[in-house]
């Protein structure tokens, strides 16, 4: 087994081992992941922190041994930059940007150098959502993971990531996480809203603010009206969203 960390600002993870092919999710600085399988441009990668699978140019990551991969598992320091755009010092003293919520913990395995703003450890509930402010008009991009471009399941994962949570990469497996709630006054700002398809298929997730408010993602990352049937826009006046469960993760 041989194993990777991201030592870029962002990069695509795609479906299939060629540049045109679908992005199923992108690495941010810091990410570290299972190198599967090896071809002559790409390697198929497992992410460490949700089990995403997908494929990688091979330029755009770094080998770690084993032991620092252990390392990372089993660090404690959890540490995310807390800037819509920070910068690394690499060992050749050059600047490179990075996104919010990049693992800058592991700066040391990359001989890189950061002194900019994080979010450190596990923090509560009620910091959710003023993370999650942080990428309000983000717009929309499947697999994308950063204020630049970002879905609605890797909106709700990012957030809570740099709070020091863990949640699985699509809506549906999140969906599989914490406590059911039966009623929308049980639930408090930070839960995760689910919402689903004509043919019951989870397909969307949005964190709950106070005062029957959401923010998710939907052309950008917005807050809406959130009621027992689901998101009302009231730009549109419409529902564009139909409530499935509401879950307590922490």
């Known amino acids: 087994m041989q194993y990777g ?10 479906i ?14 810091g ?6 399988e090896e071809r002559k441009y790409y390697s198929r990668i497992r ?17 770690i041994e084993e032991e620092a991969y252990n390392l990372i598992e089993n ?32 700066c040391p395995i990359l001989s890189h150098t950061f002194d900019g703003g994080y979010f450190d450890g596990k923090r509560e509930k009620q910091s959710m959502v003023q993370t999650a402010l942080l990428y309000l008009n983000a717009p929309f991009l499947y697999g994308g993971k950063s204020p630049f471009g970002i879905d609605a399941s890797a909106f709700s994962q990012m957030v809570y990531k740099i709070n020091g949570h863990q949640l699985l990469r699509s809506a549906a ?12 006054e049980e ?23 106070e005062n029957n408010y959401i923010i998710h993602v939907d052309g950008k990352v917005r807050i809406d009206r959130l009621d027992h049937t689901g998101i009302f826009n009231t ?8 409530l499935r469960v509401i879950k307590q993760i922490i």
């Open 173 to 184: 497996q999140q969906a599989t996480q914490g406590q059911a709630l039966s009623f929308i």
């Open 75 to 106: 660090k404690k320091e959890l540490k995310h930059s807390c800037e819509l755009v920070s910068f690394i010092e690499t060992d050749d003293s050059i600047l490179l940007p990075i996104m919010l919520g990049s693992a800058i913990a592991h």
């Open 16 to 29: 299939q081992a060629n540049d045109s092919s679908e992005m199923v999710t992108q690495l941010l600085y």
């Open 5 to 14: 960390i991201c030592h870029l600002s962002i990069v695509s993870v795609r």
């Open 235 to 242: 730009q549109t006046s419409r529902y564009t969203y139909q």
């Open 31 to 36: 990410d570290h992941f299972k190198v599967l």
């Open 187 to 209: 639930s408090e700002a930070g839960d995760l809203a689910f919402f689903d398809n004509s043919d019951g298929e989870i397909v969307h997730v949005g964190i709950i603010m």
């Open 47 to 63: 992410v460490a922190h949700d089990k995403c699978e997908g494929w990688l140019q091979k330029q755009q990551f770094t080998y």
